[in-house]
């Protein structure tokens, strides 16, 4: 006999809403499904609404955490859709805020799985670290979190000369850190116990799924939008793509952490070769008939960004993936045989983002049902 | 007259309710200041405990229609009632507790577990299948590490030769602390493990894992009946550490320091406070187990500690 667990879509688990629903025989999962649209907020409809550079602090404000993937796979469609090229200064420091972020996202990510399991003073530890990152973030574009540097042809801010001493120091003692941080979740009895060899994603079924990110990574896939398709610096800069064989929960934070002195290595090469130039190019408030696909590496894990432009001073239409959304799917063979207690920490080993995937959503008023647009259908609605 | 007068003060003010909830919420409060400052926070003042408590029996009480039954309402209250009387059981000033048993020892373990069984009840009465789940876990839980207390304490026992706490006390205070001979050690280990089990502290706070089971059997109270549950478990926690350091620990002894008299009780604030701090360090380094990981541990390691102490107080003499 079976019965349902819900999991969402209120529960202290769950930091968004969104409704998980097990089926569970005793402690054991037999049958996962999951509902979205919770938080949907009708964001792709206005981007269509505004205009080219209003929609930087919209795509910005799609996610809190990776705002800076956001604008900067934003702009880099609309400069796609202008033709118009970045100058070097701006793509070095779009490159230093993305890691920065990387780093900061990453570091909150590890705190939440700590609390998932219980282990609360490694979550407050790993938040103290991480106030090191956002006090550069600050530094370097003025805000702690949401940024708002991108813009269309270039970065609004500087880093200054005087800027690198302390970007340097800064991420000597992350990177110590985090070396602490991995020696600790690599030997700690109770994380191995609560970790190791659960939320397995066989490599199999990461390929199948379309997962991304760090999440396909720990399944031993080696995919990575900053190496196999190069945007801002990244192509000038030489860096290990990590991966883990193994696909448990613990393979997703030893990922993570090892990311984290990945882009450390990556912020110090890119503050070290930062070019002279100008900041930013010029752009036309009107964009001619185009259309154009950008992808960022965010924290997360691939994101992508389609727009088509209709001569105006505003995107026909714009189309986001977020990668929480691509992720989605491989929830399943994480969770089924799996136990009712690992669901918080394997939920949260995607690092989810509801408020990014939610963005369609058909439900008929009446019945109260739920539809799925064909793609047929998505087609016709495109124009 | 003067014997139901006395009974009266005893279970109302000292070392009855009056006296068990101040140091409770008073300890418990310290417990989150320490774990503040292990995490590297300020943490809330050590009054915090008194504010909460005080703000959730002003709050309105509200019970899911599920939930209404004698049962979910009385849980709290048996179980606060069972804390308070093992305070009355427990040795605090001097030896002599204020309500004299002959076989004390069984009737404080017994008490020891109303309040986990009406944590169930509540849990089960609840309507939630959080309540549910967690009442659930609390069972297995119960069944982990209370076989391993109740040896450890017999080990004791066997090695004093007699069922009464008071008996246990007057001899450590003639043969020195218990947890200094060697033989007991192990059953000292357990015990300190167990009573982490009875707490609910990490790494087995499991019947109330927050991130998974929102707050187990406790999910539906609210208001008073919340603040009266509070007391129960701050009341507990001083309880078992209190009923440790008389088991082991020599239980409260009077100084003479230059010509002042320290009364027994500071004596028994000191060694609680110290015992509490460790479940506060060892909650703070670790993460939960699940639920079989617990069961697992505490019949493999845990109970083998307190077998081999058991055994060595048999065989060695």
């Known amino acids: 006999m079976t019965f349902v667990v819900p999991i969402g879509p209120q529960h202290p688990a769950l930091k968004e809403p969104e409704y998980f629903r097990f089926e569970v025989k005793g402690e054991e999962i037999v049958d996962f499904d999951v509902r979205l649209g919770y938080v949907h907020r009708g964001i792709e409809r206005a981007l269509q609404e505004r205009s080219y550079l209003h929609n930087i602090y919209l795509s910005e404000r799609i996610c809190g955490i990776c705002n800076v993937a956001h604008t900067t796979a934003y702009c880099q469609t609309i400069e796609q859709l202008a033709g118009i090229e970045v100058p070097d200064r701006a793509r070095f420091i779009r490159t230093i805020l993305c890691e920065l972020e990387r780093i900061h996202s990453h570091m909150l990510w590890a ?48 880093v200054k000369p005087e800027y690198v001493p302390k970007i340097l120091r800064t991420l000597e003692k992350l990177e110590k850190a ?127 960004y389609y727009a088509i432009s209709n001569g105006t001073d505003k995107p026909e239409r714009v189309r986001v993936r977020t990668p929480t959304y691509a992720n989605i799917p491989s929830f399943k063979p994480m969770f089924v045989g799996g136990t009712v207690a690992e669901i918080p920490i394997v939920l949260a080993s995607i690092d989810p983002c509801f408020a990014c995937t939610d963005r369609v959503a058909l439900v008929d008023s009446h019945t109260g049902k739920t539809r799925v647009l064909s793609f047929k259908e998505l087609r016709r609605w495109k124009g | 007259m003067m014997e139901v007068v006395n009974f009266i003060l005893g279970s109302l003010v000292f070392p009855g309710l009056l006296f068990a909830s101040l140091i409770g919420l008073l300890y418990i409060g310290i417990d989150r200041k320490v774990t503040a400052h292990m995490q590297h926070r300020i943490g809330p003042p050590i009054w915090q405990e008194f504010l909460d408590v005080g703000k959730l029996l002003s709050k309105e009480d509200i019970t899911p229609a599920a939930a209404q039954s004698p049962v979910f309402t009385a849980a709290p209250l048996v179980a606060l009632g069972a804390v308070v009387t093992v305070m009355l059981l427990l040795p605090i000033n001097s030896a002599q507790p204020a309500l004299t048993l002959v076989a004390d020892l069984i009737v404080i373990i017994y008490l020891l577990n109303i309040p986990a069984i009406c944590m169930m009840l509540g849990g089960y009465s609840s309507g939630s299948p959080f309540g549910a789940a967690g009442a659930g876990r609390y069972v297995v839980q119960l069944f982990s590490y209370e076989f391993i207390f109740i040896l450890a304490i017999i080990a004791a026992v066997v090695r004093v030769g007699s069922l009464g706490l008071p008996t246990i006390v007057g001899y450590q205070a003639q043969q020195g602390w218990l947890v200094l001979d060697w033989r007991l050690l192990p059953a000292v280990i357990a015990a300190l493990i167990a009573a982490q089990g009875k707490l609910l502290r990490v790494p087995f706070d499991i019947p109330e894992a927050h991130t998974e089971i929102v707050a187990g059997p406790l999910t539906e109270y609210s208001g008073p009946r919340l603040a009266i549950w509070r007391l129960a478990y701050d009341v507990e926690t001083i309880v078992v550490a209190g009923f440790l350091a008389a088991l082991f620990f020599g239980g409260p002894t009077a100084y003479l320091i230059g010509n002042i008299q320290i009364p027994g009780v500071v004596d028994f604030l000191i060694k609680t406070l110290a015992i509490v701090l460790l479940t506060t360090t060892l909650r703070n380094i670790m993460a939960r187990l699940r639920i079989d990981q617990a069961l697992k541990f505490f019949w493999t390691y845990v109970a083998l500690l307190a077998i081999i102490s058991l055994v060595l107080v048999l065989v060695v003499p």
């Open chain 1, 111 to 158: 705190g939440i799985a700590a609390h998932e399991i219980g282990f609360d003073t490694l979550f407050m530890l790993f938040w103290r670290d991480r106030e090191l990152v956002l006090d550069l973030k600050e530094m370097i574009s003025g805000n702690r979190q949401t940024s708002a540097s991108n813009t269309l042809g270039g970065v609004r801010r500087d």
């Open chain 1, 178 to 304: 985090t070396e602490q941080y991995i020696n600790i979740c690599t030997s700690d009895r109770t994380i191995l116990a609560r970790c190791a060899g659960i939320g397995v994603l066989p490599k199999d079924d990461a390929k199948k799924l379309c997962a991304v990110g760090p999440t396909t990574r720990a399944s031993g896939v080696d995919i990575d939008i900053r190496r196999d398709d190069p945007y801002d610096a990244y192509g000038q800069i030489s860096f290990d793509v990590i991966t883990e064989p193994d696909g448990d929960v613990l393979a997703k934070v030893i990922v993570r952490l090892r990311e984290i002195l990945e882009s450390i290595h990556i912020t110090r090469q890119a503050v070290k070769a930062l070019p002279k130039g100008p900041l930013r190019a010029k752009i036309t408030p009107k964009i001619e008939p185009n259309e154009a696909i950008g992808r960022v590496e965010a924290p997360r894990g691939e994101l992508l």
